[in-house]
């Protein structure tokens, strides 16, 4: 599933438990807000987790380069 | 002397691969991992705090015990900002952690406010919180030692 397809779903489900009474309109406001802050943090550990592996990368590369 | 020019070979490779490797990243990026900050166990301490606390509070949503979990949610979370914001070459976690704030201060001040707080935002809001949680702790737990 695409990470569009993934947020529609999510904010689907919201709006049904909103329809069927389950949730106030303030509180549906900030789950749907809270869509928009779980991509941003999810874009951040994508960064984090490319800086790891280039870290790896870079360190294994000296290692070698400083045993030949 | 045949060794050692083979190995001198190898070695002049090596360097070539090294350098191409190097210039082929950006600059910037380069720099920023090789000086990203590494695993800090007090870090993963805390959000691992935070998973857990979301984890085991979602059963006490629709009780009065619910405020005391959320509480300790929104003060771990602003202890693990307060923490990692401050750690050199830490912008990604650090990022992280300001929106995982976000998050739990939103539920902390429905909770010390005067509306009443339905049972299935408590669930989906811890929901969203432990998921939250998962992704961070999964990048923390992963930096370099």
């Known amino acids: 599933m695409s990470t569009v397809d993934s947020v529609t779903a999510e904010a689907n489900a919201l709006e049904a438990q909103f329809t069927a009474g389950e949730l106030s309109a303030s509180e549906y406001t900030e789950l749907l807000q809270d869509l928009q802050s779980t991509k941003v943090i999810e874009a951040a550990a994508d960064d984090l987790a490319t800086l790891t592996q280039l870290n790896g990368l870079i360190k294994g590369l000296i290692a070698v380069a400083s045993a030949v | 002397m045949v060794q050692c020019a083979e190995e001198n070979t190898r070695g002049t490779k090596m360097k070539k691969l090294l350098l191409v490797t190097l210039l082929s990243l950006s600059g910037c990026v380069l720099i920023d991992s090789y000086n990203m900050a590494h695993f800090d166990n007090v870090e993963y ?6 998973r857990t606390v979301a984890n085991l509070g979602v059963g006490k949503c629709g009780t009065a015990d619910v405020n005391t979990v959320v509480d300790s949610l929104y003060f771990s979370s602003v202890a693990l900002r307060n923490y990692s914001s401050n750690i050199s070459h830490n912008l990604a976690t650090a990022k992280m952690t300001t929106e995982l704030v976000v998050i739990t201060k939103e ?28 992704t961070m702790q999964k990048v923390i737990g992963d930096k370099p030692r």
Do not use: D, P
């Open chain 2, 45 to 50: 301490m805390q959000i691992n705090n935070i």
């Open chain 2, 107 to 134: 539920l902390s001040e429905r909770y010390n406010g005067t509306e009443a707080v339905s049972t299935a935002y408590c669930k989906l809001k811890f929901g969203v919180i432990e998921k939250n949680a998962v």
